[in-house]
């Protein structure tokens, strides 16, 4: 079995870390829900861990050097995966909740995949095309199980939605820049980008901030930011590193259950049989979808330029 730099098995780590990923999901409802306003949490949690994986970056590496040409990547990926994620994800659970926004982010491998296509990083196969069908079978069934289409919170379910995609987009952006910079120091950059772009669009809030004062409230928060987002983010790369991505995904596929599963347990939200069958549904557009994707050639710099550029040009003609 293959063990990490100290001992620990990799499949012991990974199982753990998408036990704080999950975790996170009820954390966070619980949080807004006891005095904090949803983009200072993110905020908060941003800063601290930013500055923490930081310094791990500068210790490790003594630098956060890049080369000037990937900086627009860099920044547009971060706006993407940290200030739109976040704040979709935040406003995801407070108003669909934390089962709801957990089995939509069940997508993520599948919007991936078709992210990937439609940039020309990876080439579609049948397979994912065919996975990407039955992934949205399943997430109607989730919005119809949920209540969305009746006068549910139908924005919430967008925002989880948005969640997925906007994830998927700062993966598929990063995938470049992880051939000539460790992920460790691309994560570093992230972070401090994400938090200060949290920062600006939090600013009124953080100005009408009542912050609590009970203790429970602030260990919570201090698990929720080094767990999965320092702790839990930095032994992933590691796993990956040891075993590969795709045995990585197999565990990485366990957080929209094990999610579900802790919010009903501990912040007593209910999940309805059609909201499971949907899914369950979603599992297995993941296990059609699994496959070594078909390569679109060397990745060539202005693909993913081209790409955004075709899109909102398509947006506009509509």
């Not at 990799?10 to 006891?34: E, M, P």
Request: charged letters at 10%.
């Amino acid at each position: 079995m293959a063990r990490l730099a100290d001992g620990v098995p990799v499949d012991v780590a990974l199982l753990g870390i998408v036990i704080l990923w999950s975790l996170n999901f009820s954390a966070t409802k619980y949080l807004i829900g006891h005095g904090f306003q949803p983009i200072v949490y993110s905020f908060a949690r941003y800063i601290a861990a930013a500055l923490l994986v930081v310094a791990i970056a500068l210790r490790r590496e003594g630098s956060l050097w890049m080369a000037r040409r990937d900086l627009l990547t860099l920044l547009a990926a971060g706006a993407i995966g940290t200030l739109l994620n976040q704040v979709s994800f935040v406003y995801a659970i407070r108003l669909a909740g934390v089962t709801t926004t957990a089995l939509l982010l069940g997508t993520i491998p599948v919007v991936t995949a078709l992210l990937a296509a439609l940039l020309r990083i990876e080439g579609l196969t049948r397979r994912a095309a065919v996975a990407g069908v039955i992934s949205f079978g399943g997430v109607a069934l989730v919005i119809l199980g949920s209540g969305g289409s009746v006068g549910g919170s139908l924005a919430g379910e967008v925002l989880a939605l948005c969640v997925a995609l906007t994830w998927s987009l700062y993966t598929t952006l990063l995938k470049p820049l992880t051939a000539r910079y460790s992920s460790l120091r691309i994560y570093a950059i992230v972070l401090l980008e994400g938090a200060v772009l949290l920062g600006g669009a939090g600013s009124k809030q953080l100005a009408t901030q009542s912050w609590p004062g009970g203790a429970w409230v602030w260990i919570v928060i201090t698990a929720s930011t080094i767990g999965p987002l320092v702790i839990g983010n930095i032994f992933w790369v590691s796993c990956v590193g040891k075993v590969g991505p795709s045995r990585a995904a197999l565990f990485a596929n366990l957080q929209p259950p094990f999610a579900t599963l802790f919010a009903v347990l501990l912040v007593s939200e209910s999940v309805g049989w059609v909201q499971v069958c949907g899914g369950l549904l979603i599992g297995v557009s993941i296990a059609v979808g699994r496959h070594r994707a078909r390569s679109a050639g060397p990745f060539r710099k202005g693909h993913v330029r081209q790409a955004l550029l075709g899109m909102v040009g398509r947006s506009r003609r509509g």
